[in-house]
């Protein structure tokens, strides 16, 4: 019996990865423009200004001025990187855009498991490099940044009731890595491979991936993060995978937070020794994955 063929992807506007790319991040320029205007919005309704309450923002300020900034966050998230690539892939690819993103496989059971345990297991080696990288000397206005950023996500995680905990794992560890994923690795990389080997183009992703997040005292281990999803990519060829192992990455840091509050502006890197072993696990389980 002779077995189907499945269809050809659609031609896409243009051949070239760089020209497409271009085009991304036109709509990513657009849509952060659009998502400025709605979060201004909200704040009118609400009765908040997001410039003043990201500079005043407390662990005991109100839950209403904590919403907005979550709720400014979750619109950033879907503004920047969820539509921009939902919109791109299909112009590109119409209804096959799902086909070229490697979402249309249910991802195995196994896979899930084991790329989630590799991003656990990561934590002490990640703490380990973001102290490494916090005694780098950098600019006073990148140290500043920074600062701000920290003092926004820790008054956020201080929470007073646990439905707060709900809305912190939707803002920061579900939108941001389906977003993010589907920008990164399902697009960005996808494409630069095209044109480079695909190590050097999960490592270029890698590193595009930290440094749009403006905080270059982490800068060190966000690359490293974004490197690990991009193989886990490169590997299972499922964005499911990077896309889970990303949520629990960013919902693991949140959840020990919750349980064991700590300032997160007091850098403790773990012993040495548990760095080398975290890593030594990791790299085991990442064997496991690549088969």
Not at 90 to 118: F, I, M
Not at 140 to 150: C, K, M, T
Not at 208 to 213: D, E, G, R, V
Request: glycine residues 4%; proline residues 6%; hydrophobic residues 55%.
């Amino acid at each position: 019996m002779e077995l189907k063929q499945q269809k050809p992807l659609p031609p896409p506007i243009s051949n070239s990865p760089i020209i497409q790319l271009a085009l991304l991040f036109f709509l990513i320029i657009i849509c952060s423009g659009v998502a400025g205007g709605m979060v201004q919005l909200v704040g009118q309704v609400l009765g908040f200004d997001y410039a003043t309450s990201t500079t005043t923002l407390v662990p005991s300020s109100s839950i209403g001025e904590k919403n907005f900034i979550r709720v400014s966050l979750a619109i950033s998230q879907i503004m920047t990187f969820l539509v921009p690539s939902l919109v791109f892939m299909w112009t590109l690819y119409s209804n096959k855009s799902w086909l070229h993103l490697k979402l249309t496989t249910p991802p195995a059971r196994k896979h899930l498991l084991l790329g989630g345990l590799l991003m656990v297991v990561l934590l002490p080696v990640v703490q380990w490099i973001y102290w490494f990288n916090h005694q780098l000397p950098l600019p006073a206005s990148a140290v500043q940044q920074e600062s701000l950023i920290n003092n926004i996500i820790n008054s956020l995680l201080q929470v007073a009731a646990s439905y707060e905990l709900v809305i912190n794992l939707l803002v920061i560890a579900i939108l941001p890595a389906l977003g993010e994923e589907l920008v990164f690795r399902g697009v960005i990389q996808q494409k630069v491979t095209e044109q480079i080997s695909a190590h050097a183009a999960i490592w270029l992703t890698a590193i595009l991936f930290s440094a749009i997040h403006l905080q270059f005292q982490g800068f060190l281990p966000r690359m490293l993060l974004g490197a690990v999803l991009g193989y886990l990519f490169y590997w299972s060829k499922n964005l499911w995978i990077p896309i889970f192992a990303h949520f629990v990455f960013n919902a693991s840091q949140l959840i020990i937070q919750y349980r064991w509050p700590s300032d997160l502006e007091i850098i403790e890197p773990p012993s040495l020794l548990v760095a080398i072993g975290a890593f030594v696990l990791s790299f085991v389980i990442a064997l496991q994955l690549r088969k």
